[in-house]
């Protein structure tokens, strides 16, 4: 039993651990997202052509720089920007519209019910990053439009979950006593509803931050998100496919960006999960 205890206090104090880095890593993720210019030692679009391919821990360029000279340092800083960006706007889209559908289908009932959900089941159908390229193609190429698809394509995932939270609340006591006593039924949604269903949709922003980080990178590798000179991520491991061999930190630095930001999401959405008795992510 004591064994078991210490095994449990050990694995406690392992989670605080990477809880404190993965803090650390985001507000550090913000800070460089926010204060770019100020943060960045160089000019992410500046080329100095004269140290081309310098290897890490050179003199002035602690990463490096790529095939036009540009400091990687800078460039990863600066790529926090469209990542953060469309990860924060296009979920805070996703989240307005599958509020309002959501919503709409579980109060609406009957056809309107099913109406609403067929279209979001059918956007649901669609590969999610072929369905991105789709939007991305007819919209145009850009942050701006990454951000739309995004939060086009992940609205149904709110939606369906805003429904299910909405009927299953919308018959709790709490919510039929404050009917009873007059309250109109956007009062009830707004005081009952939407507060008890909150731990669950940032749960699900989180995971859909992390998923927004991905396409982003993976929208901008094919080209059809940030354009160059800026930077991103994905543009920068685009950028680096014909130099694996002769300067792999092109590669390896904005791949390690993604992953510890995929991550950390991940894991505060695992933290809040487990905080809020969250269950099926």
């Known amino acids: ?42 000019d992410p679009a500046g080329q100095r052509l004269e140290s081309r391919f310098s290897p890490p821990f050179s003199a002035g360029h602690l990463l490096g720089t790529d095939d036009f000279g540009r400091d990687v340092l800078s460039r990863i800083i600066w790529g926090a920007r469209p990542a953060l960006m469309v990860g924060v706007i296009s979920v805070g889209l996703a989240l307005i519209l599958g509020l309002l559908f959501g919503l709409a289908a579980a109060l609406g009932g009957g056809a309107v019910d099913n ?16 369905l991105a390229i789709t939007v991305v193609a007819v919209l145009g190429y850009g942050v701006a439009q990454v951000m739309l698809a995004v939060g ?67 929208l901008s590798f094919l080209g059809l998100g940030t354009q160059p000179p800026n930077a991103s991520w994905g543009l920068m491991l685009k950028d680096s496919r014909s130099y694996l061999l002769q300067a792999p930190w092109l590669a390896i630095y904005p791949g390690i960006a993604i992953a510890l930001t995929v991550f950390s999401f991940n894991f ?14």
């Open 268 to 281: 505060i959405g695992d933290v809040m999960a487990e905080k809020f008795g969250v269950r099926g992510r």
């Open 115 to 130: 109406s609403i959900m067929l279209l979001m089941d059918s956007v649901l159908s669609f590969p999610t990053v072929l």
């Open 152 to 218: 086009v394509i992940y609205s149904p995932v709110f939606a369906r979950i805003v429904r299910a939270e909405t009927l299953s609340l919308k018959e709790q006591t709490f919510v039929l006593a404050s009917r009873a006593l007059g309250s109109s039924l956007l009062r009830t949604v707004g005081s009952h509803i939407l507060p008890n269903m909150l731990p669950r949709l940032l749960v699900q922003a989180s995971a859909t931050f992390s998923l927004a980080v991905v396409i982003e990178s993976s």
């Open 1 to 42: 039993m004591l064994k078991a205890a210490a095994d449990r206090e050990a694995a406690n104090g392992g989670r605080r651990i990477v809880i404190g880095i993965v803090g650390v890593y985001v507000l550090l993720l913000v800070c460089c997202a926010v204060a770019a210019p100020a943060v960045a030692p160089y």
